[in-house]
Each structure stands twice: as C-alpha cells, then as structure tokens.
C-alpha cells in the first residue's frame, strides 16, 4: 500500500552543492510521507555520489537525462511520482524541520488544489545572499507578496515554493514549453480552470537566490522580459505594478539629467530617492541586524528594479512595439 503524501520533485543542472545542502534538511523534515525525486539535466553523474549518502535516510527516484529543460523536469517528475501532492522546490532552497508538517497543516485547513509558500533567508546566509533576500520580499519592494503578506486577488504560486494536487496536473497536463516565468503562466491556466490557489505562510523556505549582484541582474531582467511573453499569452495578467521598476528606472535616469533643466527639480527627485534608500538602509538593517545588508540592500534594490525594468522595457519595445515575434527570454 502507498503511504506517500507529497512527491517532492526538484529540477537540477550541475548544482551538487546546493542538492546536497537541500537533501540534509530533508532528513530533519518532522513529517516523514514524502519522497523526493530529482529531475537531473547535468551531462555528467556527479549527482550521484551525493544522492547515495542519502539513500538510507529518504526515499529517492534519481531522473538523469543530460540537458533537461526546467518545464521538462518538473513534468517528467510528475509522471513518476507516487504522491498525492506534488511539490516543485528549486535546487538553492533548504527547508526548516517543520516545513511539510505545515505544509500539510496549511492542506488540510484550506483544501487548496495548487499552493505556493514564502521565501526567507536563513541566518547562514551571506551579507549579500540575505540582502537579496530582503529586496525581492519586503513590503517596500514587491509589495510582501513574497514573503509573509497576503496576496492581493487570487493566489498565484511561484516555481521556487509550490505545490499541486495529483488531479491539477492530470487535468493541466503540467508545465508549458516557456523558457522563463513558465511558473506564472502554469499557475493562470491552474486558475482559469477554477482550481482553489493559495498561499500558506508557515511554508516557508530558505531561498538562496543568486550568489552575486552580476547574477541577480541577469536573474531579474529575465523576470521582467518574461512578463511582457505572459502579456501576450494573457493579455488581463498585466498589472500596473508590473510597470513600476520600469518607472524606477526611467525616472532614475531622467534625475541624471534633470540638473540641466532645474536644479530645484533635481534636488526634490534626489531628496525622494534617498529618502526611498534610507527606508530601505533602516527595515534591512533592522530585519537582518547588520548595517552591512541593510547596505547592500541597497544596492539589491537598485539591482533588481534596473534589471527587472530594463528588460521589461527591452521586450516590450521588441514584441509590442517593433512587432517582432522572437522574445528575448
């Protein structure tokens, strides 16, 4: 008989470290009805020296088929999974103990067909790991959506922290051959066929992100080109939030320019900018207890709106403007 709950399914591509970290929290999960299936895209077998110190202690389908794509992974994890559930984590995540306990919580209170947990940063992160961490959660940024608030409207679960039932994917068939926001995109077909969404704060994962300011860059204009494909797939998802790091970064640049024009101008978008940073310099330092990564939060926020706006802007000029039909992500 089939005790297994939730099938955890987690696409790789040559990251041994970061599974390895990953598989140790699962042997500390305080819930046990799980099995985790790795979706394997690395060329080589370097996974499996790692997976075999676990074997023992979880129960493991190891998937190896060299250059798999992310979309394809998920997928072909979820047709060899024995779980109810089906759980899509990223290969940077570590989980606290008590993850699936309340995720399992979170389940049976509310009965959610697809759900979807927050992000965090774990106190062994680095200064820069933890200040990445505050700009893409914190109420200041993205509104909290990803992190501990309530999400506005119908929830919508993100590929890092999510979860399906068995009968979303059957009836979905999984995953869309997108390469960048597929996650988004599966998640407003799971609620145009009327399936129940939503978040469960205790759910929480320990998100690494990337690693350097040059990474994060090339992260988020990836997220903000890719929303301008989701744009064209559905037209009713583009929100006006959606435009704001836009904003930030055409009005970053026209205050450059606005001294030749009035020196009064630029000293009141000057006076707002730094305002906006120093609330960011107090919530991360006082958050993370370090001026260091409130500093460098900074920097994260810069980081992200410019890379996130930029390619925004970028794809749309490239699909709605110039009419072309190859997006950039």
Do not use: W
């Not at 470290?17 to 999960?29: G, P, R, Y």
């Not at 994962?205 to 559905?234: E, P």
């Not at 205050?255 to 020196?263: A, F, G, N």
């Amino acid at each position: 008989m089939n005790t297994t709950y939730f099938s955890i399914i987690v696409p790789t591509f040559n990251r041994p470290d970061e599974v390895d970290e990953l598989m140790a929290s699962l042997t500390h999960q305080s819930y046990r009805e799980f099995e985790l299936i790795l979706a394997d895209g690395t060329p080589d077998e370097s996974l499996v020296k790692i997976i075999d110190k676990y074997r023992s202690a979880l129960t493991i389908q190891h998937i190896h088929r060299p250059y798999l794509g992310i979309s394809d992974s998920r997928n072909l994890g979820c047709q060899h999974a024995n779980g109810q559930y089906f759980i899509f984590l990223d290969s940077d995540c570590v989980l606290p103990e008590n993850y699936l306990q309340n995720l399992l919580k979170g389940l049976t209170d509310n009965g959610f067909d697809a759900f979807g947990g927050p992000d965090a940063a774990n106190e062994s992160f680095t200064p820069l790991q933890k200040a990445i961490s505050f700009s893409m959660t914190s109420m200041l940024t993205t509104g909290g959506i990803r992190g501990k608030k309530k999400h506005v409207g119908q929830f919508h679960p993100r590929g890092f922290n999510m979860g399906i039932s068995r009968e979303v994917f059957e009836k979905t068939n999984g995953y869309s051959s997108l390469k960048c926001a597929e996650d988004i995109e599966f998640s407003i077909r799971i609620i145009n066929l009327g399936f129940k969404t939503g978040l469960i704060p205790e759910a929480y994962v320990y998100h690494k992100r990337r690693t350097t300011f040059k990474a994060f860059f090339k992260q988020v204009y990836r997220f903000g080109a890719a929303r301008i494909n989701i744009y064209k797939l559905y037209p009713n998802e583009l929100k006006i939030t959606h435009f704001f790091p836009a904003v930030f970064l055409i009005a970053f640049l026209l205050l450059l320019l606005t001294p030749i024009v009035s020196k009064t101008l630029f000293l009141i978008g000057l006076t707002l900018f730094i305002f906006y940073f120093l609330l960011i310099f107090v919530g991360s330092t006082i958050k993370n207890k370090s001026p260091k990564v409130g500093l460098l939060s900074i920097f994260a926020v810069i980081t992200q709106f410019s890379g996130y706006g930029s390619g925004f802007i970028a794809n749309f000029v490239q699909l709605l403007v110039l009419k072309r039909e190859k997006s950039l992500v």
